[in-house]
């Protein structure tokens, strides 16, 4: 079992920028690691995953703001967040997969707002 805790959240104003960082409890670097988010009364979508090669994959709403990294020695993987929009407003939540086995982190609120 891999416990996972995010953290980085909070309040910033529109076009402003945060760090979201998840620690694992354990050895990430053979997982898929994904950052989700699931804003009030919407299903959770999956923002940006990396792969145990170092592969990205993001959504088209956060294309070219949003940037995933992970840190193997340090068990942690991070989402850069830039010029973010009100719509980004959720709680984002970070994962690691591996076939079946699936981890998930309570969850970090970030809120977009002037």
């Known amino acids: 079992q891999v416990q996972l805790v995010e953290s980085g959240g909070g309040l910033v104003q529109p076009g402003g920028s945060l760090r979201l960082s998840c620690a694992a409890s354990?050895?990430?670097?053979?997982?898929?690691v994904g950052w989700h988010r699931q804003a009030s009364g919407k299903q959770r979508e999956l923002v940006a995953v990396?792969?145990?090669?170092?592969?990205?994959n993001y959504a088209e709403s956060v294309k070219g703001r949003f940037a995933i990294s992970r840190d193997n020695a340090k068990n942690t993987v991070y989402l850069q967040m830039n010029s973010l929009k009100p719509e980004d407003t959720a709680v984002y939540y970070c994962?690691?997969?591996?076939?079946?086995?699936?981890?998930w982190g309570q969850g970090t609120q970030v809120t977009v707002s002037s």
């Open positions: 994962s690691l997969s591996l076939g079946s086995i699936n981890y």
């Open positions: 354990g050895s990430i670097f053979r997982f898929y």
């Open positions: 990396t792969t145990s090669g170092g592969s990205t």
